[in-house]
RNA sequence: GGAGAGGUGGCCGAGUGGCCGAAGGCGACGGUUUGCUAAACCGUUGUACGGGCUAAUACCCGUACCGGGGGUUCAAAUCCCCCCCUCUCCGCCA
């Protein structure tokens, strides 16, 4: 969420943030409701102040043991008046705060403007593997090793889930243990086993409410909604709480199972396991003070890279054009792994800095030094997102004779088996 | 699921209708003392919103806020109702 004074002072960039996020929010409304908002709450806190000053006379008249009474109906009526201006401004401030969560962030200025055509590649790290010949789709890979069971898994819960199995259940498990171990032993983040299931305001605090409820599955009978991804939980472990600033940069590292509907998405990605409903992934989220937030955007996409460096794995790494980004970010790079088989680049973390858009809403903050307390910024990264790790390490290191050649890296993750056959 | 207790400022904790934005303590900040540290002593110390004045998030005025929402009252941290959360005990269960 945006201050709305920061808003309100600043009318033109607004503006043009919203424009290029490609974003409908409906920004004169909003400063006309804040015109009449204000309007009221002159109006009735004049009244309040001559009420408080009536009242505190009336108990001393009434401690005297004279009788009030005349006055004290004159003021029922007044007070009445004062509860009729008040329920306007109740619902003024309704309006306005509902337009006001659906303002999107600002893009920074290093943000490319445009749609998804405009995103820029800023880095590539490895190149495309010579195979020498064809490479097969991990649907077809997993099929034949019996690791993954698409069919089984649409049979137990629909279409758009998997089962793994065997090994491919093992390579799993290996992956997710690699990244946090690298995250938590090498980049200093704290682990974090999150509830995969969260509130309202939760889901309203990282921003995914109220703007993408159609992609959330919810447990409408106890108001919960499946997490998207660990970064809703995580962030939102400090709503409401100060960071005293020694506490300052904060990372966190959390593995959790993340549930989405995908909804606007059928027939794309339909084979395989690119876009699931439920997929596993390890999240990255920092909290720092504004100062360094940028800086820590940097170290936060190198410490998601590394993971796939560490595997071997040819990336790209993408700068979101604004209309691309997310609702709530200000800044945000993907990470694309290449995958052979399907030929072509899968994207597996979205690092994103936030500034103090979550913050605000979560109402997360910090005391400074000086005593002053201010929003925190918050980033987050998938670090990384398992399913089409998955992919890219099978399609990246099958072999012509069917096997896998598991990664240096994930071998002593998996007892030390050397292919996967 | 049943019974009970409780939720007050950065933290702890007093406060059952007006003189309570709220005692006291801790912490933090400033100062005195001090070779340094510690201790002691003195002082300051909530947030949000609106308005005024501004270079200013400095200052002044006002309003609101004692888990959340509603009600009673001239007046609510305090009384009433609903909800949420925490703790203890019992039951059920992985």
Not at 378 to 404: C, K
């Amino acid at each position: 969420m945006l201050d709305l004074k920061f808003i309100r002072d600043n009318v033109g960039k607004v503006r043009e943030g919203i424009k290029k996020k490609n974003s409908q929010a409906d920004l004169d409304e909003i400063l006309k409701l804040d015109e009449t908002r204000r309007n009221l709450l002159k109006e009735v806190e004049v009244m309040k102040a001559e009420r408080n000053r009536v009242s505190k006379e009336l108990g001393v008249i009434k401690s005297r043991g004279e009788d009030i009474s005349g006055k004290s109906a004159e003021m029922k009526m007044f007070s009445q008046k004062i509860k009729d201006i008040d329920s306007e401004v109740v619902d003024v401030t309704q309006k306005l705060d509902c337009l006001m969560l659906a303002i999107p962030n600002i893009p920074n200025e290093a943000v490319p403007v445009g749609l998804e055509t405009d995103n820029k590649t800023v880095k590539e790290w490895g190149k495309k593997k010579d195979f020498g010949f064809k490479p097969l789709p991990h649907w077809e890979l997993c099929e034949k090793l019996d690791i993954a069971d698409f069919k089984r898994a649409s049979k137990v819960s629909g279409t758009g889930f998997v089962v793994f199995k065997g090994n491919g259940a093992l390579l799993e498990r290996a992956l997710i243990n690699f990244m946090l171990d690298v995250h938590i032993k090498e980049h200093g983040y704290k682990e974090i086993i999150p509830p995969f299931l969260v509130n309202e305001a939760s889901m309203t605090g990282t921003g995914q409410l109220p703007n993408l409820k159609e992609d959330m599955y919810s447990v409408d009978k106890e108001g919960l909604y499946l997490i998207p991804t660990a970064e809703v939980p995580v962030t939102n472990l400090y709503a409401g709480e100060i960071f005293p600033e020694a506490e300052l940069p904060l990372y966190h590292a959390a593995f959790s199972a993340c549930f989405r509907k995908e909804a606007g998405s059928y027939g794309k990605d339909t084979r395989g396991m690119k876009r699931i409903h439920q997929f596993d992934k390890v999240e990255l989220v920092k909290f720092v003070v504004p100062e360094s937030s940028y800086e820590e955007h940097e170290k936060l996409l190198s410490d998601a890279e590394k993971i796939l460096q560490k595997l071997g794995l040819h990336y790209r790494v993408r700068l979101l054009a604004s209309g691309d980004m997310s609702f709530a970010a200000a800044k945000c790079y993907d990470i694309e792994v290449y995958s052979p088989g399907c030929n072509e680049y899968l994207e597996v973390s979205s690092c994103s800095n936030f500034e103090d858009f979550q913050a605000r809403r979560a109402n997360i903050r910090y005391r400074a030094q000086s005593g002053k307390t201010a929003y925190v910024h918050t980033l987050n990264a998938s670090g990384v997102a398992l399913p089409r790790t998955f992919i890219a390490v099978l399609e990246n290191f099958q072999m012509e004779d069917g096997r896998i050649a598991v990664p240096e890296a994930l071998r002593p993750y998996m007892g030390g088996m050397a292919y996967i056959d």
